[in-house]
């Protein structure tokens, strides 16, 4: 495989970035060479513009075709038979209706495509790997407008037209891409804009390239053959580095591809020479072992940055997750909200002290938040909880006893059905927590975690999790521990599913303490 940082090209007529050039002040060495990132990554931005909008057209017109075989099918009896019939409905009564959703529809799926790096020039990914690829972005982009309009309760907009467009724009954007690909092999295998380069060493990292531009006639280069000083015998060197000029001119040579970097005057001398003869110079970077196979090279600033890791990121999947959290934390406040003011009530009956209890606990990436939770204890529960701190039934930072004196006579019943939870809601809202996630910790048992532990606020904390609906009664740290790290491992909107689908019953069984 070769980097994806291969693709990014250096103009051997514009300034290199491995050390100033005699003469040359450093600045104005990078400027052209900055100038073409910037030309190129304007024209990367204009075909990933025209991709986008080909995508959003396919759409519409996909899901256009299916409305009408739907709805309207008397336009089709009168093509193929050559006679009118009478339409099932009136499109112009739900016709609308449907053009809300179709643009949320065209949002979601430019967004899943987006998220599959359908829109980005991925050259090492196969035909087979893009349309896997188009077919999870359909997949997702299908079940969350499906979802979107269950949780809606629209009963107007058949499913069925949805899941038809769905498996539609499947098979369009992946044959598509499949054509265009074709097209570009077809061009190149004609001997149009293809490319002549020289490989400057025929050490391991350069017969590798060799063969993968040999196996990927799409790029569009014809490898010539190496310059190298130490490899004479090898019957594909032509020549030594110093017959770099000589022999760019007799192969009508384009491009140089480097692939010694670490040797900074050898790399110097063949910059020098091929800026010269106005030749093309792409520099593969050091592969540190292979750990920079595919990394791209990025700019912060002046300085260019290769990434050797990303840990990769479900953007996607946390915007659904977010959107799922804010529209059911908005609906249960509202549907709730009777309940929620009886509840009040009842507390200021039972004891004296605030309806609410507000503590800061900590949530992702160790930020600090207002958790709000009906009072179930005493007002001065927190001032009492350091001299029970013997009496803690957990192991491990968190704390935990039964029969807790602290606990209000209704206090025990709001525990019992989790209802003293029911003001996170708002937090959910405001997105210090999520509906499903690792519990949030109060300050002072974080202040006691090990290293390891710390793990658990990679993630947004939620109102049920794993740990809740599989060993809640467990009084082991290192259990609750191992489900949060479970969960975050393994992370996926279906497994939130699941675990509020589970959270269900166990609210009724009152196994809350």
Known sequence: MIPASLRQTTRA????????????????????????????RRSGRCAQAAYVCFDALLVFLNASLIFRLRFEPFWLSELIWRRQAEPLVSPSRISDQYLAFLFLYIVLMVLSLASQNLYRSVQTRSSLDESLSVLKACLLATWLLVTFIYLSKVETISRLVVCATGLLNILVLAAWRVGKRRVIKRWLAAEEGTRNVL?????????????????????????????????????HVLGRIEDLARLARAYFVDEVFITIPSEREVVRSVALEARRHRLDVRLVPELYGGLAWRAPLEYVGDFPLMTLYREPIPALGLVAKRMMDMVLSAAGLLLLSPSLAAIAIAIKLDSR?????RALRVGRKGQRFLCYKFRSMVADADALKNRLRSLNER?????????????????????????DELPQLWNVLMGDMSLVGPRPHPTDDCAQYQPEHLRRLDVTPGLTGLWQVSARRDPSFDRNMALDLEYIENWNLWLDFKIVLRTVPILFQAAGE
């Open 13 to 40: 007529r514009g300034p290199l970035p491995f050390g100033n050039l005699p003469g040359r002040a450093p600045r104005t060495l990078r400027s052209p060479q900055r100038r073409e990132g910037d030309r190129a």
């Open 199 to 235: 490989i400057v060493g025929a050490g391991k990292v350069g017969q590798q390239l060799a063969r993968y531009l040999a196996a990927h006639k799409e790029f569009g280069f014809v490898v010539k053959g190496f310059l190298d000083s130490n490899h004479s015998g090898n019957p």
């Open 353 to 357: 002290g605030p309806v609410f209890y």
């Open 395 to 419: 192991c491990g930072p968190t704390f935990k006893i039964s029969n807790d004196p602290r606990i209000t006579r209704l206090g025990r019943v709001l525990r019992k059905y989790s209802l």
